[in-house]
Structures are given as structure tokens and as C-alpha cells.
């Protein structure tokens, strides 16, 4: 049974992903943070990671669920805007974040 058809035979209410039509859970979650505010925040169950531009919270929620097998409590999305320096012509690209809330007794094994 592929992923798609697990999402079919859940009937959840409120629950419409976007981004999960078009693409498979290994695109939407594209790679964790490892910072050290983000190794910090592992001790309070949370865990950050960089997220495809079209998805939206119950995408990156039933992604994480199929490809960690947790359940988060919560998810907040943040917009990582472009920055450019023009004297030493830096550039950092735009990329949308997701920082993902777990319960105490659940954890996700992140290689460093």
C-alpha cells in the first residue's frame, strides 16, 4: 500500500494537505536543522527542520508521522527570508521552516 492510499482511507476532519498531492513525504521534509539553538531546543521536544515552499502544517504532520513514526502535538511554520549582503557579495536563499512539537516520551534519532 502506497502512502497516498493510507491518506485516502484516513477521514480526519480538517485535515487538507496541499503539497502531499503532488509530492512524496521524502520532498516535503527536506533535511533537519542541526544549529545549536535547534540541539538546545531538542531537550524540550522540539525539533526543527527545512520544509518544501508549498507545504503547509498538516502536509509536514503526516509527513513526519510516515517518516518517523511519532505523532506532534504542535507545528509552527516560519518563512526564512532571502538575505543578501552587497559588500561582500553573500547570498542566503529563502526557505520555509517547520519547528515540530512532540510529546516527553517520543523522540526523533537526528544523525549529527
Do not use: C
Request: glycine residues 2%; proline residues 4%; hydrophobic residues 40%.
Amino acid at each position: 500500500m502506497t502512502f497516498r492510499e493510507k491518506l485516502q482511507r484516513r477521514a480526519k476532519k480538517n485535515v487538507a494537505p496541499k503539497a502531499l498531492k503532488t509530492f512524496a513525504p521524502y520532498d516535503i521534509i527536506l533535511a533537519p536543522l542541526l544549529t545549536e539553538k535547534t540541539h538546545k531546543a531538542q531537550e524540550a521536544h522540539k525539533y526543527a527542520f527545512k520544509v518544501h515552499g508549498d507545504a503547509n502544517k498538516n502536509d509536514v504532520k503526516q509527513a513526519v508521522e510516515y517518516l518517523y513514526n511519532v505523532h506532534p502535538l504542535k507545528i509552527n511554520m516560519v518563512s526564512v527570508p532571502f538575505k543578501w549582503r552587497s559588500q561582500r557579495k553573500l547570498v542566503r536563499a529563502d526557505y520555509k521552516k517547520a519547528v515540530i512539537t512532540l510529546s516527553e516520551k517520543e523522540k526523533i534519532e537526528i544523525g549529527v
